[in-house]
């Protein structure tokens, strides 16, 4: 049923929470604001006791799902577990309560995470050295590219504003090359679903900025040439991008800085299990090969002596690219993980999310259709171009039948190179049972596409509500309340 | 390999999965790999460490750091912030979902954004927002690419000098190899000089960009502003700590056409620095050129209200290389402590927190000015931060503060290094009479 | 729909938490407990991954109601709203982490908050002096009845042994005083619901001990006969014993002690808001008048100067009634409630607390039986029978009814005085807007009688499980999990 | 009066309810109080204060509390417990509820209470077990008087003298005043003199309490003891920390009628003695003897598993003054974190635990005793609590190790004063080598 808007539940008078009183003497607001400095307008922020709020937003959590209430395979976006004690580390009133302006002598215990966490993410990576900054993938993915203008730059080498992205790559990719101030260009995928080294050959010229890949690939394949790819892509002058999105398949199996790449942004979010939150925030840091650290965003995290300190120094630096320094309290339930796993622990993580996607896929490859053979890494991709053409039943119907389930649909629709694409990325937090279930369900759904497809063309039948019109939404669209 | 408790895979499983797979060993799972960039060392990190050995660890490295009674601001404030907040935060539903694709099992993170971009509306007057940006550095940064994007053969943006460093920074690192000239107008005495902006204004003028209050502290007054860029033309971005627009004129109030700045003083610790909220909101025109997610109303088959993410023709998964902005995750889980916040004081709250902040600004204000004599940068008036020139005793000052247990302000010339001498001093609700009378005693012996 | 078993979920070997290694020589374990001491059997606790446990307790979560879900007007409950800030509180590690053998010095703030306490809850009820040991209402039952009997034993008084209850009173106080070694005997309520004075008369002997009330009484009316009832029982030589379970009503406004009561106990889980946690844990912290100080149970916290102790040396205390000293984590929260309300604050929320009763009784009056007349206090019953009678419809439908509205059904069934009761205790902490929300579901429950009784004998339909069957689990119990 | 956060009414919404009841002002709806009992005056006590000003006044007292590492056991532990127990407690449907009457909203809490019921079982090997008690104490009085009501013409139980001193001051207390003895059988060296509790067996003793480990850390060797006691026709109560019953034997094990303890070493922190848990588990012939709620699993209408309250039949609300126990309330929320930690540890893990503070102990204990040659109450075997005769320098070596930031022992004389001289130490898991080797070298310079 509907929910209340906390507007609607506004009682005038009513209050939620009381500031202390002035312990000073209250003057006039006109003798310290004048009049023309002075708001008029009342807002309409909603009058409401503490209980409402509570009760408000307490119903409004159980109307939403999280890994904690369920298997999420929500491909590329690595929905594991997030541990709670990184929670209550998170919490820790000597993280929460530092002032991003306090002197460096007071704050020695953070900027060690820092300088200690960023040290991790480069032995993990085999990179030489990077930025915490940015505040989401996307966020990482700019600030790599504005590297890559910074190098160019300082080789004076203005030409080279070509950013080759495969047709999989996630949108991100180009709007971030995009945004930078680079031109785009495609590379197709061959039949393996890997890069196409002939088409990327046609692409390497004197305006090549570089190429920036996902690897694992949004299919969840390996690509395999990476080798011959970097040495084209250095051999004709241009760099390696890195996006980290998928990085939680390889972790202590193969490092992007060991493959060729010169710069990765990875998502702590996804690899490093820090809570998604509804959609952020998040933490991208980028990492560089030894060439790119001077461009590197300030400041910059040193270690001199015993102590750490930021540093501005760095004359060739793209500048800043956050109002402060990213968000911190990301980067303290990161280092959390990063300890907790270690070196085995991480390996093992990457171990165990390739082996719960080789098996999901290996049981659901009879019920739907797989575009791509061979072993698949972290996560995979799954057709349902079979029933979509026999029963009418598309990836959004089956989506919405495991709404029902209580499960998470897969992504959909993406990669977009595969018609009615289910991306399915169990992570490594999954047990057998679970998968299980999930393979039971997918197929009951296959089954019923067969048998009644109008309940699947209807799901779903069990959630808060039904189907929602995004047409209507977009076509006539009301995005604020506002009083009547 | 220990049994991790975020493994669940036990060794019996293992073996029966790669059974099904039809493999022999993990090994054979990552036979795609060549050889040649196969890690054939162990990663040089420690090994697996225990709940309880981390949490030690970690706790160690927070009880490193320090804190004292903090009049520090300049963009991050030590407000009140109420329990409720970081309960409701807590809920696992909350902070352990993701961006809500699938709406009608995210009807709760939906409403609630829906609920913050009403709130930002309201509190900015604006028509509309979205569903929240990084911080306050970057929101000005999205702001300035809306205006460019919407006027043609522009490539200038003008920023008043008290618009805050760090934004300056910002905007320099996103526009300045774009051919994208980020004019900086000088100020005057700690406040924009309104007629050389308005001098400034040429046809390539995309934007122009001010803050109030000002990294200062001092209240910008904008009257006539609006109507001079938009005879030019151009769009007018108004940037502003939220918590002064309970009292101080808002955005829309000042016709600006793009609102932004940081929610961080809405219930969000100053986490140095991070986690906080980038608001951003504008007119209905500008809708669809508005960066980032958006929630918007509409109903399901049973034709009852939902919500769901909405105008998504206009992001980077459907434009791609067309993008004008590449925002994805933002800052969801921040924003929600906002919306709990706001809902929780109210709009008499938020009022009386802004009054607070207010009055004890002016009570140090005035101790240290009038009482001690102490040179404040710019006439009255502030909201809850002001400037002194303390000039070669800055050192002294800041210094003598902090062996008292307080922080005295910030150094402005940490965030530029042309402001030598100058330091801002932030007051919020949570300041106490008593420790601001400890801070003009401390001072008096400095000044 | 059913959920597993935490034992349903388990897999050998998989491990929720591990513990740290052993940083000093292990020895084998025969060295160090010889077999015979040593445990044969396996135990049957699971083997769960840490997400397998938090799944599992958040899906029971899910599976539950609270306060923070919705309106809950068990009456005689005071399920009042649990402010958040004193969660925070009560986790504050210098409370948390205080082991009850540390020496004093070292725990001068929680002495200081025991004891501020007891001062702040003596003036609340006029009384002289306590004990905040109790664990709940009735263990402060039982530490005033053995009050009782220390008194009488110290004036020699070895007959009196009867203790007078009346017939609405809670369970607890038979029970109470019959495993205290007292005799029980009945007093009628008459025509008003109040204790007959008449009837009491009766039992005014020389074996007289006392009387246990609740004032307001169980039907939510105030015992205005206090003052006749005090004098009768003190002139007879017994004691006047006060249930704190519905103080809610009358703070502020008149306190146990001045209306003559010689001990009364506090439900600081009810009235002061401290989380009922499914089912505790409380705390029915005591108080007494000047002449029953002495015997109140050890140890006792005293301030000397400006510093606090516990106390042992009371030759006249009835002894310990707990290991350590009660349960202080509910205390913290309680002292947090004290003060946020103050004496402003306190005597408000009875106000409110009866005013919503009233308000209330006065709209379901219309629709519901109303057993006696007049103005209630923080509480009233309603009753069922003109359904029952005329459609069949019993309290117990009424209340599976109310869980499908998302309300928790009143109190049912009780005070045994009133057929087909429905004891319904709004709090202070419901708005108007839930009152009326709340009618609007009754009335169109007692609509739903005349139209469709069997949908309300079927009731509830929108639950996570359907009526449950409770012969059956009496029958043949079952009550606890075992390996196959 | 201010409009209270925790009171929704506002001044019009209490008009419009006045109107509705038909009085004109609050007071009538006191009206029904003599004016002779009304309070004439308003409470002595501070006024309202804000969230803020609560936080800080009560954070203040929780810092005016001091902590040390600690040895300090005898009832309560010092143990590791995982984040994931206060989270889960922290949930509000969980904290916010009440007893589960309405089974169909209850399933959550009713299934978390026979999860509990079944691990308590398994830990101890009963059959049945309750909801929990208050304490370890209490639950012994609960024991006591199931004996006590399940035999005709008994009026003695008879305790070992090693049990816990609050234990048996609590039995005091409540069968003290009753004709049924308490008597207590004087131990040897620390442990339970078995020869004497058998001497002592006569037709009018309802039960036998005894307790392992013993109150000076021991185990207690109770071979053949409860043949004797059952030819007796008595009860043998035997009360643990469950914590040993992962490598030590159970009470059903060393055939025990009842078995009683505190679960505070299981997840729950400290907190200066409560909350904790009391347990209580007996056989099926007793199971209707047994006090407090009982969760019992059953089918609902549709016939799917589900739990409700059973056996009510035993409890205070139905049998009144015919009760042999009262307890309503229990300690509910603390028994889900038990339940929680025990799911967490998991079968492997209650042996581990026990096994770390097993040898930990004895490495503390082997240096202070072995090498420095402070002198043992007793001979091994104990588990993670052994206790020294430190005589007249018991002062001297507990003030060094406070000053050296640790807490040495429990001092048995605060227990019971008969105990002159005698120091308790605990050693948990969460204690580490060095923390022992600096409790050592303090110890050496005293002893």
């Known amino acids: 049923g509907e929910t209340q808007l906390i507007f609607e539940r506004s009682v005038a008078g009513r209050r939620g929470f009381l500031f202390p009183e002035n312990d000073v003497e209250t003057k006039p607001i006109d003798n310290l604001i004048p009049e023309n400095y002075r708001r008029n307008g009342e807002t309409c922020l909603p009058e409401v006791s503490e209980v409402d709020v509570v009760r408000h937003f307490t119903e409004l959590a159980s109307r939403s799902f999280g890994v904690d209430a369920g298997f999420y395979p929500l491909g590329s976006c690595t929905m594991k577990y997030n541990p709670k004690v990184n929670e209550d580390i998170a919490a820790l009133s000597g993280f929460t309560s530092l002032h991003p302006l306090q002197p460096s002598e007071d704050v020695q215990g953070i900027l060690e995470l820092m300088y200690k966490l960023t040290k991790g993410l480069c032995e993990l990576t085999g990179m030489q050295w990077g930025t915490l900054q940015p505040f989401a993938g996307a966020h990482g993915e700019f600030t790599g590219m504005k590297l890559f203008k910074a190098y160019f730059k300082s080789r004076g080498e203005h030409d080279r504003r070509k950013i080759l992205v495969p047709t999989s790559a996630h949108g991100t990719n180009p709007a971030s090359a995009h945004i930078s101030g680079f031109e785009v260009q495609e590379i197709e995928a061959d039949h393996r679903g890997l890069v196409s080294i002939e088409d990327l050959k046609k692409h390497l010229d004197e305006n090549l900025a570089g190429i920036m890949l996902t690897n694992p690939n949004t299919l969840g394949l390996f690509e395999k040439d990476i080798e011959t790819i970097a040495t084209l892509v250095h051999d004709a002058g241009g760099l390696l991008y890195y996006d980290g999105a998928n990085l939680n398949a390889i972790m202590g199996k193969v490092r992007p800085g060991d493959m060729g790449f010169d710069v990765i942004h990875m998502n702590l979010h996804k690899t490093f299990s820090t809570p998604h939150g509804g959609g952020g925030p998040g933490a991208g840091p980028v990492l560089v090969s030894k060439r790119l650290v001077k461009f590197l965003p300030v400041p910059d995290v040193e270690k001199q002596g015993e102590a750490y300190d930021f540093c501005f120094a760095h004359p060739e630096s793209i500048g800043r690219i956050s109002g402060f320094y990213g968000n911190i309290g990301v980067l303290t339930r990161a280092y959390a993980f990063l300890l907790a796993m270690g070196s085995d622990g991480l390996t093992a993580a990457s171990e165990m999310a390739v082996l719960n996607a080789n098996y999901l896929r290996s049981r659901l490859k009879t019920s739907f259709s797989i575009p791509f053979e061979g072993i698949c890494k972290h996560e995979f991709v799954l057709s349902a171009k079979n029933i979509k053409e026999e029963f009418g039943i598309s990836a959004l119907d089956v989506a919405k039948a495991l709404l029902d389930a209580g499960i998470h649909p897969p992504t959909i629709y993406f990669p977009l190179i595969v018609p009615e694409a289910l991306m399915i990325e169990p992570t490594e937090s999954e047990s057998k049972e679970t998968l299980d279930r999930f393979v039971e369900v997918m197929e009951s759904i296959a089954k019923q596409a067969a048998v009644d497809p109008q309940k699947l063309h209807d799901a779903p039948h069990q959630t808060p509500v039904r189907r929602v019109d995004e047409v209507q939404a977009a076509k006539h669209p009301i995005v604020a309340w506002r009083p009547e | ?447």
């Not at chain 2, 920023?159 to 100020?187: C, M, Q, W």
């Not at chain 2, 986690?275 to 960066?291: C, D, F, Q």
């Not at chain 2, 800041?398 to 307080?406: E, F, H, Q, V």
Request: proline letters at 4%; a negative charge.
């Open chain 2, 1 to 447: 390999m220990i049994q991790h408790p975020y493994l669940p895979q036990t060794e019996d499983e293992i073996k029966s999965m790669l059974e099904t797979i039809g493999v022999s060993s993990i090994d054979d799972l990552f036979s795609d790999i060549a050889p040649s960039v196969l890690l054939q060392k162990e990663l040089n990190l420690p090994k697996t460490k225990t709940e309880w050995e981390v949490y030690q660890e970690l706790s160690h490295l927070a009880e490193k750091n320090r804190s004292a009674i903090s009049f520090l601001g300049c963009g991050s404030y030590d407000h009140i912030i109420p329990s409720v907040v970081g309960r409701i935060m807590g809920l696992p539903m909350f902070y352990t979902s993701y961006t809500p694709y699938q709406a009608e099992i995210s009807q709760g993170v939906l409403q609630a954004i829906f609920e913050f971009q009403s709130m930002i509306c309201s509190i900015t007057g604006m028509d509309v927002a979205n569903a929240s940006l990084y911080d306050g550095a970057t929101a000005a940064v999205e702001a300035a690419a809306m205006a460019v994007n919407s006027s043609r053969n522009s490539d200038t943006i003008l920023v008043s000098e008290t618009v805050h460093p760090s934004t300056k920074a910002v905007l320099r690192t996103y526009f300045g190899d774009l051919g994208i000239n980020i004019v900086e107008v000088p100020a005057e005495k700690g406040r924009s000089n309104f007629a050389a902006i308005r001098d400034a204004l040429k046809s390539e003028v995309a934007a122009v960009l001010v803050q109030t209050p000002n990294i200062f502290g001092y209240l910008e007054d904008l009257t006539g502003l609006a109507d001079a860029v938009h005879d030019n033309k151009s769009k007018l971005i108004v940037s502003s700590n939220p918590m002064s627009l309970g009292i101080a004129r808002s955005q829309a109030e000042w016709n600006a056409d793009i609102a932004v700045g940081d929610t961080q003083p809405f219930g969000l610790p100053s986490y140095f620095g991070g986690p906080s909220v980038g608001y951003i909101a504008t007119r209905e025109k500008l809708m669809r050129k508005l960066p980032g997610r958006i929630v918007g109303q509409t109903t399901d088959a049973e034709g009852k209200r939902a919500f769901v993410l909405t105008l998504q023709a206009r992001e980077q998964h459907i434009k791609r290389e067309r993008a004008t902005s590449n925002i994805c995750s933002n800052q969801a889980l921040a924003a929600l402590g906002t919306t709990i916040y706001l809902s929780l004081i109210g709009k008499q709250g938020l009022k009386e927190a802004g009054n607070l902040c207010l009055q004890k600004a002016h009570y140090l204000h005035d101790r240290l000015v009038k009482e001690l004599g102490a040179e404040a940068l710019s006439a009255e008036p502030f909201f809850n931060e002001f400037t002194l020139n303390i000039g070669s005793k800055t050192d002294d000052l800041i210094k003598a503060l902090r062996s008292g247990g307080i922080y005295g302000g910030v150094r402005v010339e940490n965030l530029d290094e042309r402001y030598q001498g100058l330091v801002t001093i932030a007051v919020t609700e949570k300041r106490t009479k008593q420790e601001m009378d400890r801070y003009v005693d401390i001072a008096r012996e400095v000044l």
